[in-house]
C-alpha cells in the first residue's frame, strides 16, 4: 500500500503544470524591486516606478514611497539632511563673489525655493529672489528624481536649489 501510495504522489507531481518561464522583461523587474523594495531611500523606489510605471509591483513602490515621504515630513523629526544643508549662519563677510564664481538665478519667474534637502517636496528654508547674482555655491551636488541639485548659500541661510534655475 506504501508503495502504491507513493507511485500515486510521483505521478501526481508529474502531472502539475509547470510554473510559466518570467520573461527577460519580467525577469528584470523583478530583479529591480528586489534590489529596492526595501529601501528607505524614496529615490530608489522613484527610480522602479520610473522605470515600470504600470509594473507588476508599482501599488507596493507607491504605498512605499508615500510612508517614506511621510516619514520624512514628520513633524519634529530630524529629516537626516547634512548639516551643512540646513545651517544659519551670518553672511560672509566682504566681496566673495569678487573671490569665487558665485551664481545667478536665471529662469525663474518668483523666487526659488531653498530646500532643506535635495528633493523637491523637502521643507523650505529659505527663498532666493529672480535675477539674485549674490548665490555662493557650497560645493555639494545631489541628483534626485532626475532634478540636478546644488547645495548653496544665500543671505547666511543654505539650502537646496535646482541647478536649472542657476547660472555662473
Do not use: H
Not at 12 to 39: C, N, Y
Not at 64 to 70: D, F, T
Amino acid at each position: 500500500m506504501r508503495g502504491v501510495l507513493a507511485v500515486l504522489v510521483a505521478v501526481s507531481v508529474l502531472a502539475l503544470p509547470a510554473a510559466p518561464a518570467l520573461s527577460q522583461a519580467d525577469s528584470a523587474e523583478v530583479t529591480f524591486w528586489e534590489s529596492v523594495r526595501d529601501s528607505k531611500d524614496v529615490d530608489e523606489i522613484g527610480a522602479y516606478l520610473k522605470a515600470y510605471p504600470d509594473g507588476k509591483f508599482a501599488p507596493l513602490a507607491r504605498i512605499r514611497l508615500r510612508a517614506l515621504q511621510e516619514i520624512d515630513e514628520a513633524p519634529g523629526k530630524d529629516k537626516a539632511a547634512p548639516a551643512s544643508s540646513v545651517t544659519t549662519s551670518p553672511p560672509l563677510v566682504g566681496n566673495v563673489c569678487a573671490k569665487i564664481r558665485c551664481l545667478k538665478v536665471v529662469g525663474a519667474d518668483g523666487p526659488v525655493a531653498m530646500q532643506a534637502r535635495p528633493r523637491a517636496w523637502a521643507e523650505v528654508v529659505g527663498r532666493i529672489p529672480p535675477g539674485a547674482q549674490d548665490v555662493i555655491p557650497a560645493g555639494e551636488r545631489a541628483t534626485s528624481a532626475s532634478i540636478q541639485w546644488i547645495l548653496v548659500e544665500y543671505n547666511g541661510v543654505r539650502g537646496w536649489v535646482p541647478e536649472q534655475f542657476l547660472t555662473k
